[in-house]
């Protein structure tokens, strides 16, 4: 009879495990993310639709139609015709068209992102349920910005996300390290902390390093939530070798921050590429990626929640760093 028992209970085990996973993902899926595509209408205007076609996108876009104009375009303050002579000026130019046309290309389905936020979405709504569910508007935007909050919605600026071999960003001048970020891949994880920073910024609690480690490790602690099925690398936006220097050497890396006494610093210049973009993490062998930081913090940040029970609104609100790295326990012994 025991193989039989034991037949039966991995059997149930696992039909147990396929209907969670079914309902989790059927779940996310009536979340039903509403995506515009502000891109394809500014693309087809002419001079003979330009005034009809803009003329909807109030209705169509929302206030994203004063964003692009105010902001991206930075044209808000001209007249109806003045406007439309540029926005003619700006699709016509070779150089946009070109570029718009890669994008049309690479995102004329847009749809495996969109279940990828509905999915992250469908887990912020979840633990954050006081919290608005974005739509989200897609755009071309002349290089200008990738990913951008409005009136609590979120807009992508696509000509961003076109890979770490398109000419546009060589053309640009942009180096190697930021062409990397400029994947696909990595829209997901954009979006998900750009909004995260949109209600959360204001809990950093402090201008010091530890307190900006800490708020760099919640918002991962998050994403790495809501983005479950995104691999380790792709969340923290390093290749995969940097992951895997940086797994490796998180006690040189907390080392390093403790013995040149920058734990406390309020002087940015002397940790900035631990927290920002760089083309390496300053003091640290070649392979430590810029942003080495994110890591430290989301080790902290877990170890903090393997030791207290609290939700992640609560997590989010806290701002006594000190106190949470007690709390923490946080102590990398590899």
Known sequence: MKPIVLFLSVTLVTFLFTSWVFTFFTDAEKLDLKVNRFEKSLFDINEENVAELSANWKTNFGTFDEVFAGQIMQKGNLTGEQYHRELLAFTQHKDM???????????????????????????????????????????????????????????????????????????????DYLRFQKQKKFIASNVMEVWLNEYFQQYIGGRDLLSQLIYKGKVMYCIDKMLPNLSMEDKFRFTAEQMDWVVENETSIWQYIIHEDLLFSKDEQKFRT???????????PDQAPGRVGYYIGYKMVSEYMDNNEMDLEQLMSLTDSRQFLKQSKYKPTK
């Open 97 to 175: 068209r070109e570029a718009y046309d890669s994008v049309a290309v690479m995102f004329a389905d847009f749809s495996d992102i969109q279940q990828e936020l509905e999915l992250a979405f469908w887990q912020f709504s979840d633990k954050f349920p006081s919290y608005p569910i974005p739509e989200i508007t897609t755009f071309f935007g002349g290089f200008n910005y990738g990913v951008v909050t409005y009136d609590n919605n979120i807009a992508i600026g696509l000509e961003n996300f076109l890979g770490h071999n398109s000419k546009y960003y060589n053309l640009l001048g942009d180096p």
């Open 274 to 284: 631990l927290i920002n973009y760089a083309p390496f993490a300053k003091g640290m």
